[in-house]
């Protein structure tokens, strides 16, 4: 299940993830989001939470995953992914090769390093 949560700046999503995703999850909530911000921003940055209790993704999201990827190629500038277990870890770490943009996972403990990671584009771009 994905979460759209408020975020601290004007061009990034904060998802939380639990549960299972679903291909609903990302075509009814993820999509949309994300190209509601596009309309005002040329790229945008996605900051993941994964809750204790995420068990997976399915086929048909991690499917959708990978198109939204492909039509948003160059659309995200930064990700963040914020989660506690090996698991997820290395899971993200293995997805994230798919995308073009810098990906970094970060332990629950250390969001004030992902914040000032994520945070590292605006100052580049200043």
Not at 8 to 24: K, N, P, R, W
Not at 46 to 74: K, Q, R
Not at 80 to 97: H, P
């Amino acid at each position: 299940m994905l979460t759209l949560c408020p975020s601290y700046a004007d061009d990034m999503l904060t998802i939380m993830v639990s549960g299972q995703v679903t291909h609903e999850d990302i075509e009814s909530l993820l999509l949309p989001a994300i190209e509601t911000k596009l309309q005002d921003h040329a790229s945008i940055r996605l900051w993941y939470e994964f809750a204790a209790d995420f068990m997976g993704i399915t086929v048909g999201a991690l499917w959708d995953d990978a198109l939204l990827n492909v039509f948003h190629f160059s659309d995200f500038s930064r990700v963040v992914m914020i989660a506690n277990r090996q698991s997820v870890g290395a899971m993200v770490n293995t997805l994230a090769f798919m995308l073009p943009c810098p990906v970094r996972v970060f332990n629950e403990n250390e969001r004030q390093l992902a914040k000032a990671w994520i945070d590292e584009v605006k100052v580049a771009e200043v």
